[in-house]
């Protein structure tokens, strides 16, 4: 390797070492990077924030909170709503827009509330359901509850907790 290159090299070597170690220092706190966002998580859910994402998904269904899904399942559930679960729930594209942008925005692993938390950490790598009930977490919640029960009745006990769940208002917790 040439002089130079071996200059070039070094330098981009103690740029990206320098990098690292910025983006692994602490908090002002002296709490881990990492930890600090878990820390900070407000309890519960994030309520419903959106009058229309209300009055036009709401008029079907229960307006269930977009901290429950991550971006991508919204993305893709918002992108097919002329087969929305085997209806058709087409909007006017300014309607669309708007909900999607709030749903993405508010979206699991985008807000820092401590179910949306536990959504994004236990569904880890697996891919990602359009069902809020197909979530890792409520899986495994609805598998708990059903000793004793039937499987469709664990499934509908954990609709009836997500409904529970304040739609608009104060964040619910769970």
């Not at 087409?90 to 807000?111: F, H, M, S, W």
């Amino acid at each position: 390797m040439k002089p130079k290159h071996k200059m070039i090299a070094a330098i981009l070597t103690v740029a990206l070492l320098a990098t690292a170690g910025l983006a692994q220092s602490d908090d002002d706190d002296g709490t881990p990077w990492f930890q600090s966002w878990f820390d900070k998580a407000k309890p519960g859910i994030d309520p419903v924030g959106s009058q229309r994402y209300v009055e036009e998904c709401g008029s079907c269904h229960f307006p269930y909170q977009p901290g429950l899904l991550p971006a991508p399942s919204w993305e893709k559930i918002m992108g097919s709503l002329d087969d929305h679960f085997g209806e058709n729930a087409e909007l006017d594209e300014g309607d669309r827009k708007t909900i999607q942008n709030y749903l993405l925005n508010n979206a699991a692993g985008r807000v820092n509330y401590g179910l949306s938390n536990k959504l994004m950490a236990a569904q880890r790598e697996r891919p990602l359901p359009l069902r809020i009930t197909e979530m890792r977490y409520f899986a495994y919640e609805a598998q708990r509850d059903s000793e004793g029960a039937g499987a469709g009745e664990s499934k509908g006990k954990v609709i009836q907790q997500l409904r529970q769940l304040p739609s608009t208002g104060e964040a619910g917790t769970v």
